[in-house]
């Protein structure tokens, strides 16, 4: 029964289509909705059930229908002579994520250890590029600044999604924040994009020098953290100190039961 939910399901994602049920609607009623036209009337057992699915640390319970022999997916409910769907129940699960640790001990064998120091709870580990145009909009928006507000620690680890570019790019940072700290020197590093264009930032960072060590271990963490599912920038983890949690692209942990 779960593959004929699931093929359902994926068939009314792509053509972005609906079943309606409304065997208890007068023609009164339906007269309200434009082209909604009266075809036959039957009775037969109506089931609800949830599919729950998991993915990336989310977990989402989706509303099914069974009518009669027929499961429906993207339940929709009338009101006000308006369908509106009815939005799944979305929550975050816990995910392994030990290998974060192994990564800080990469970067701490190269000199490379950066983590912020904050007024709140838990560890977040914030994974960037040097040409994620999000986490530059974000370093120099100073959203560092709350997230060191909202966390005890703050960490930083490198993921090189344009290849070498990213390597020199990160590796770039990293040899800055050696001296500078590492919210001062993503935001000067970020700010040579500012009025230019993507060739012209490249050639900008591809001019900034970096320790073949550092190189090595930007290489390394970024392996690792592919090897162990992490594709995208930003990605953010939170350690409560019992438990990973995972979002890609917003760093929002309220659904995390306290």
């Known amino acids: 029964m779960k593959s004929r939910i699931i093929a359902g399901a994926m068939v009314f994602s792509l053509v972005g289509g609906v079943a309606y049920g409304l065997t208890n609607s007068t023609s009164k009623r339906n ?38 022999d027929t499961y429906y997916g993207l339940p929709m409910k009338l009101i006000n002579g308006s369908f509106e769907k009815v939005e799944p129940k979305i929550s975050l699960v816990p995910v392994k994520a030990e290998f974060l640790k192994e990564a800080e001990k ?14 709140g709870k838990g ?17 120099q928006s100073r959203k560092l600044d709350k997230l060191k ?7 930083f680890l490198p993921l090189m999604v344009h290849g070498d ?17 590492i919210g001062k020197a993503l935001r000067e590093v970020f ?5 230019r264009s993507w060739e012209e930032y490249k050639r900008k960072v591809e001019s900034c020098s970096a320790s073949p060590e550092t190189e090595k271990a930007v290489e390394n963490v970024s392996n690792l953290l592919v090897r162990n599912g992490v594709y995208a920038t930003p990605t953010f983890f939170y350690f409560d100190g019992k438990n990973y949690y995972k979002r890609v692209g917003n760093p929002d942990f309220s659904g995390v039961k306290k």
Not at 106 to 119: D, V
Not at 149 to 155: C, H, P, Q, S
């Open 31 to 68: 007269a309200s909705i434009p082209n909604l036209k009266e075809v036959k009337k039957k009775t037969e057992t109506v089931t609800y059930y949830t599919l729950t699915v998991e993915k990336d640390g989310l977990k989402a319970e989706f509303p099914i229908v069974k009518i009669g």
């Open 106 to 119: 990469e970067l701490k064998k190269a000199n490379l250890s950066f983590t912020i120091k904050g007024s």
């Open 123 to 139: 560890k977040l580990y914030v994974i960037f590029d040097a040409f994620c145009p999000f986490c530059m909009r974000s370093a």
């Open 149 to 155: 507000e909202k966390y005890a620690e703050v960490t």
């Open 165 to 181: 570019a990213s390597v020199r790019g990160l590796s770039c940072i990293y040899e800055k924040a050696k001296k500078e700290g």
């Open 191 to 195: 700010s040579w994009k500012e009025g």
